[in-house]
């Protein structure tokens, strides 16, 4: 077993593909605390040049102000005294990274324990940004049959686009796993398969401890518990996570989605599918039209991708300050 560490830990995947359960499983951890899902860490990295220099206090003060102050951040799920959180970024290293480790730090430290982490899919996307504000970070990508994801996008509440969009958003999850894996290697990138999660959560769970660093513990098995207590309420859709670990959900897009969906999602993510170990049914091709929308849909989105990746670029040009971590020895010494 490694030496224990606090090497952040980031949670990743395509939306409705585990990352929930995954975070409450890690968040049973006696060394490791991830909340719910947040909403500013990106945001605060996408606006680093509106709080200018970090150097000076008074700009730290309006970050902090705008970390705990918003209803987005959806900081108050956190638990923490805002007062407290801001004045301990005031009082901290002067880097955004630093700022917003703190954040979690004093979640983590709300349970007594020594290490954090985060959970949001879109993150698979944005690994370079992280890695930028703390380079010593660990990825775990959950990845789950994309027929099931997308069956499951398709009833969210919050999802507002069509199954081509739904198809897109798998496909570019699972290349960007793949990408993230054959650059960050076997140390700081690790893939978890749904399904093994959810049948035999205890070998899977062993085997994400060994990459972290960290003692496998059975309340990571269990974590129904805790789900009660730390999911906000009004978030329906994620009840089954209240639940006992159930493998009932596997291969239910059979009865979720329609054979022409299906048929569209086995043509367009059929290599894929495969890749990850997940058979394609012989359903019959979808129509041309269909297949036509999803080309157009999947064009449009690389094009809107390519565009960020440009402005995301511009921006980091014009950084007021550096934004790597200063929390650790580690982070000190990779500032980049």
């Not at 970050?63 to 638990?79: E, H, T, Y």
């Not at 290293?93 to 430290?109: E, Q």
């Not at 930028?132 to 994309?146: L, S, T």
Request: aromatic share 8%.
């Amino acid at each position: 077993m490694a030496p224990q560490t606090d090497r952040p830990i980031f949670v990743i995947g395509c939306p409705r593909s585990g990352t929930t359960l995954l975070q409450l499983m890690l968040h049973s951890h006696p060394r490791i605390a991830i909340p719910v899902e947040t909403r500013f860490v990106l945001q605060a990295y996408d606006s680093r040049r509106d709080f200018g220099d970090l150097r000076d206090s008074a700009n730290r003060r309006a970050l902090a102000q705008w970390i705990v102050g918003r209803r987005q951040s959806r900081f108050r799920d956190l638990g923490l005294d805002p007062k407290a959180v801001a004045a301990e970024i005031v009082a901290g290293p002067p880097t955004l990274g630093s700022a917003l480790g703190i954040v979690f730090r004093a979640y983590a430290r709300r349970f007594g324990k020594p290490r954090w982490g985060d959970k949001r899919p879109a993150y698979a996307k944005h690994v370079d940004a992280l890695l930028r504000m703390w380079p010593d970070a660990q990825f775990v990508h959950v990845v789950r049959d994309g027929r099931d994801c997308v069956a499951s996008l398709k009833e969210m509440p919050w999802y507002r686009h069509d199954i081509h969009h739904a198809i897109a958003n798998w496909r570019e999850a699972v290349d960007d796993g793949r990408r993230n894996l054959a650059r960050l290697g076997p140390e700081a990138f690790h893939l978890v398969r749904y399904e093994h999660l959810v049948t035999r959560p205890e070998e899977e769970l062993t085997q994400l401890c060994a990459f972290l660093g960290e003692e496998y513990h059975p309340a990571m098995a269990a974590p129904q518990g805790i789900a009660e207590t730390t999911m906000p309420k009004g978030r329906t859709w994620h009840f089954r996570t209240k639940g006992e670990v159930t493998s009932g959900r596997v291969g239910s897009w059979a009865q979720r989605l329609e054979p022409w969906e299906v048929g569209l999602v086995e043509t367009v993510l059929g290599s894929r599918l495969r890749a990850h170990g997940y058979e394609p049914s012989g359903t019959a091709r979808p129509s041309p039209l269909h297949l036509a929308r999803y080309a157009r849909v999947a064009a449009h989105r690389r094009a809107a991708q390519r565009k960020n990746a440009l402005v995301r670029g511009y921006r980091r040009l014009s950084e007021p300050g550096p934004v790597v971590s200063l929390l650790t020895e580690h982070d000190s010494l990779s500032i980049r």
